[in-house]
């Protein structure tokens, strides 16, 4: 039979036990919930990048055209003053 000393001792031993669960139970929520945090904020974060992206595709498709066609404006301008410059070197010689 345990004597008295023993049953407190187990009793002292389990109360111990009980808190230091306790202890990391709490911990382990405290993270859980900064995890929690964390993932809404980079959620926001998601969301806030992929409407920049569409928006910044968007732009982009209204002004590559424009960007086209002044890239071969200025090719046709270039192409034109070496053609004058090659005729005007012609008629020189």
Do not use: C, G
Not at 26 to 32: F, H, I, R, V
Not at 45 to 72: C, D, F, Y
């Amino acid at each position: 039979m345990k004597t008295f000393v023993q049953v407190a001792e187990n009793r002292v031993s389990a109360q111990q036990a009980r808190e230091r669960k306790k202890v990391y139970v709490n911990d382990l929520e405290s993270k859980a919930n900064d995890l929690q945090y964390k993932n809404l904020k980079l959620e926001e974060e998601i969301s806030t990048l992929l409407n920049e992206n569409t928006m910044l595709r968007k732009i982009l498709m209204n002004v590559r055209p424009k960007l086209i066609m002044r890239s071969l404006t200025t090719s046709m301008i270039w192409a034109r003053l070496t053609l004058i410059t090659i005729h005007a070197y012609i008629y020189t010689l």
